[in-house]
């Protein structure tokens, strides 16, 4: 089965696991509903159930809204997990009794049974009233649930990994990327290819190539379940390559180099929020490619002047190409995972009569949080590329490898590992984060003849405006 058939198959299983385990929100934080002993209820008037998460979400939700529209109030027994009337309970506030949103608050039936409990745990004893009160005049009890997580080192996914958050609504952030790929040597599916066989059928074999691109990006998100991006990013490639040449019937060898710099394509992207909880979420990733790239770059060679350059070296796709995808995350006290799937579909051809092929990704990574600023990442990369249909008539496919379109597409797996900062919440620094990123192929299947892929480093700042 080929790579993309895996992919698929794979990322499907995940998504209609994750979203066959959805269980009750939250309405107050919009969490799943999980601990039965600390959640809570309260029915309205019309007849409406609302359902909370925590003790504490439920009286916070009454600070904006009358307990006279409330027809019923019920907590959670915690000697019993079953719902008992909130306004003859007896809660106890404990640290050694964690509670989901953080403030640590229990409820009991039975007053003498919380007067026991508090003995063995400790902690302090309120009535209705009382924790009500504690509530409103001061911040007892209003818990900020994201606040921890979103300042975590591995909150965010390793930095060469985009679309893997959202932010609340009113949330702008601006980052920089900066993104390096080498390739030296040439493969034919997983076999190494010499210069001396690509001169059996072409006049120059590529040696090495490098790409430089730096992406500026902007994330703003109008609604807590909705963000926007933009990013637009400057590409520099160079290529080293070797003509075989005849000259006064000897054969010759003569190196070159060319190259290509500017913008390349616009991307705006949305990501959507199916569900979010204090350990796992996930979202939907959906991108627009707006080629403004330029596809008509030309350099010197020994054989033209202006040459037009192959497939790779020019700076765009020159289509309006679609990524449809979605992204799944979980974390826990020090570790955290996360997979993404994207599939970028290529819609019709471009201004020089060819379009590059429909491309299938999937990113899996995993994260360990080494100190309250500090994690190591490891990811994995599936890639899966069709070739290229239709050809740039200006093109000549028997010169160089690169200008053939047999030679494009196949599959690769890529590990990377990764180290990201964030900053003290004390400290000025506090809203930016650090990520660093260096991994390799670990196999590559390759339609026709191509270049070998073996760097790839990954460096990014972020910036959380508001």
Not at 37 to 53: I, M, S
Not at 109 to 136: C, H, R
Not at 213 to 236: D, E, F, H, I, R
């Amino acid at each position: 089965m080929k790579l993309t058939n895996v992919f698929i198959t794979g990322f499907l299983c995940l998504f209609l696991t994750v979203s066959a385990q959805k269980k009750s929100q939250c309405v107050h934080c919009n969490m799943f509903i999980k601990d039965t002993y600390h959640n809570a209820e309260a029915t309205k008037n019309n007849n409406t159930v609302l359902q909370f998460d925590a003790i504490e979400c439920l009286i916070n939700y009454l600070k904006s809204t009358s307990e006279s529209s409330l027809k019923t109030l019920k907590v959670s027994d915690y000697k019993t997990g079953k719902l008992i009337d909130a306004k003859t309970a007896t809660f106890l506030k404990s640290k050694d009794i964690p509670s989901p949103m953080g403030a640590n608050l229990s409820a009991f039936k039975s007053k003498v049974t919380a007067n026991e409990i508090q003995k063995e745990k400790g902690g302090e004893t309120y009535t209705w009233d009382g924790i009500k009160l504690k509530f409103q005049n001061s911040k007892f009890g209003a818990i900020d649930h994201n606040h921890h997580d979103h300042y975590r080192p591995d909150a965010h996914a390793p930095i060469g990994i985009m679309g893997d958050h959202l932010h609340e609504k009113g949330g702008l952030m601006v980052s920089f990327r900066y993104m390096n790929m080498v390739m030296e040597g040439n493969k034919s599916g997983t076999n190494t290819v010499s210069n001396d066989a690509i001169y059996n059928t072409y006049m120059v074999a590529p040696q090495n190539m490098t790409m430089d691109m730096y992406m500026l990006g902007v994330m703003y998100a109008p609604s807590n379940k909705l963000t926007l991006m933009l990013m637009q990013n400057y590409v520099k490639k160079n290529m080293d390559a070797t003509a075989q040449m005849q000259m006064n019937g000897m054969t010759m060898l003569h190196n070159f180099m060319t190259s290509a710099s500017g913008m390349g394509d616009l991307k705006l992207a949305l990501l959507y929020g199916l569900f979010n909880n204090h350990k796992t979420s996930l979202h939907l990733n959906g991108k627009l490619n707006i080629p403004v790239g330029n596809i008509e770059n030309q350099d010197n060679t020994p054989m033209m002047d202006n040459a037009k350059l192959p497939y790779t070296m020019q700076l765009g796709s020159g289509t309006f190409d679609i990524s449809l995808g979605a992204t799944y995350k979980q974390n826990y006290t020090n570790t955290s995972w996360g997979t993404q799937f994207l599939s970028t579909i290529r819609t019709g051809k471009n201004s020089e009569d060819y379009r590059l092929g429909h491309t299938y990704q999937l990113h899996i990574w995993g994260a360990y949080k080494l100190s309250t600023n500090f994690s190591v990442s490891g990811r994995l990369l599936g890639i899966s590329e069709e070739d290229i249909t239709g050809m740039d008539a200006d093109l000549n496919s028997m010169m160089i490898t690169t200008a053939n379109t047999k030679n494009y597409g196949g599959e690769k797996i890529k590990t990377f590992l990764g180290l990201n900062i964030s900053f003290p919440l004390t400290s000025n620094l506090k809203n930016f984060r650090l990520g660093i990123e260096a991994g390799a192929p670990i196999f590559e299947d390759y339609n026709g003849i191509q270049m070998n892929e073996n760097l790839n480093i990954n460096i990014g700042l972020k910036y959380n405006i508001l």
